[in-house]
């Protein structure tokens, strides 16, 4: 069974940094590509990031480009969002998600981004 | 930039059939995915690759494509039913619909 775990989230000032992790099992890592998918309190879902298996591909949002970045430590089985320069738009639910052909098919629990002053 | 448009809300007695649509200039040229999203919880993809059901998602949930609209159909609908939905977009920016709340009343 396909687990996802996140962590990292809290409260941030803006302008702040803050890495997101999230932790992965019950498939085998580097074979899948894996996304950030974020959702501003009482909002609707937004894609903000994907990853290739081998991390050698990664693309962004426009929202988000050049102020954050995906990685993955394929031997820890681990995915990550670095995020700096954050922004108050920037709050919201971050989740990880796996992809399986044109679809979502897996999400972690989530880990909550607070950006406030 | 490539959008899709959903309804904020559409509401369904017990038993009925639920649909709920989704349109998009270019949604043709691309695959659809729907999600659902109980409160407090996370999103459960439904249908994927337009039509197609996950295992474990019941048989009443359906999904079609014609022209610029997608349409996710829930046939006799029950409360537990009740959640937001959201389509989806394979292109280059994976864009989701705003959402809709399926209200079972």
């Known amino acids: 069974e396909v687990h996802l775990l996140e962590s990292g989230g809290g409260l941030i000032e803006p302008g702040g940094s803050l890495r997101l992790s999230c932790a992965a099992s019950g498939f085998i890592f580097g074979d899948y590509a894996l996304s950030w998918i974020r959702q501003a309190p009482g909002k609707g879902l937004e894609w903000v990031s994907s990853?290739?298996?081998?991390?050698?591909?990664?693309y962004y949002a426009d929202s988000v480009k050049g102020r954050f970045t995906i990685s993955r430590d394929n031997s820890k089985n681990t995915l990550y969002l670095q995020m700096d320069s954050l922004r108050v738009e920037d709050m919201g639910m971050y989740y990880c998600?796996?992809?399986?052909?044109?679809?979502?098919?897996?999400w972690g629990q989530g880990t909550l981004v607070t950006v406030s002053s | 930039s490539f959008e899709l448009t959903q309804p904020p809300s559409v509401s369904v007695s017990p038993g009925q059939t639920a649909n709920i649509p989704c349109s998009g200039d270019?949604?043709?040229?691309?695959?659809i995915c729907w999600y659902q999203q109980r409160p407090g919880q996370s999103p459960v993809l439904v249908i994927y690759q337009d039509t197609n059901r996950p295992s474990g998602i019941p048989e009443r949930f359906s999904a079609s494509v014609s022209g610029d609209t997608a349409t996710l159909t829930i046939s006799g609908t029950q409360p537990i039913d009740e959640a937001d939905y959201y389509c989806q977009a394979w292109d280059n920016t994976r864009v989701f619909g705003g959402g809709t709340k399926l209200i079972v009343l």
């Open positions: 998600a796996k992809p399986e052909g044109w679809g979502w098919h897996s």
């Open positions: 990853i290739s298996g081998s991390g050698g591909n990664t």
């Open positions: 270019k949604l043709g040229e691309t695959f």
